[in-house]
């Protein structure tokens, strides 16, 4: 009885929804939406994507692509042990570039002193090999994992779970004819 009642209300008062014209309407209408949006999204991340470094000097202008940046990169970090270079994002600011390292480092390494020690040599030899040092505005380091080295943790024998305290029985078994 309730549900013949809510279907005749939704019959009655939404019959638009069943007209061709309407759906046919409501569909171009969402396609236009995301198309807009996907617009929107391709314009921002067009800005947003550097492709190289332009430094105006007296003589003309150095440009430095971002692959040649990321070999750089990679090259500072191999120096670090307990550091490995996964990715790097170059963005564009205002006035430079925003550079973002994802590491991965081992469990023991002292991630406070890697993220200084690294942010100062890839300052120093960006402004001593590459001179794009004051282009670059800001070097954000994200560690995505610890690796694992395989090494397995030694527990002393006397703190082993399961440790029996009675010696093994010693079995001798009859010569083998």
Do not use: H
């Amino acid at each position: 009885m309730l549900v013949e009642k809510m279907r005749d209300l939704c019959s009655s008062n939404c019959a638009f929804l069943n007209e061709p014209f309407f759906q046919a309407g409501f569909v171009t209408g969402i396609v236009l939406f995301l198309l807009i949006v996907l617009l929107i999204w391709l314009i921002v991340a067009s800005r947003t994507k550097c492709e190289a470094i332009q430094v105006k000097e007296e003589g003309g202008l150095f440009v430095l692509s971002t692959a040649a940046l990321k070999t750089f990169l990679k090259r500072i970090v191999l120096e670090f042990s307990k550091a490995e270079l996964k990715d790097v994002c170059i963005r564009k600011k205002q006035n430079g570039i925003m550079l973002t390292l994802l590491l991965q480092v081992y469990p023991d390494t002292d991630v406070i002193t890697l993220r200084s020690r690294l942010r100062e040599r890839i300052l120093d030899d960006a402004a001593k090999k590459l001179g794009v040092a004051d282009q670059i505005q800001g070097i954000d380091i994200k560690i995505s994992k610890m690796r694992d080295d395989g090494a397995v943790p030694v527990i002393p024998i006397d703190e082993q779970p399961g440790k029996q305290e009675n010696p093994p029985i010693k079995v001798s078994l009859p010569p083998v004819q």
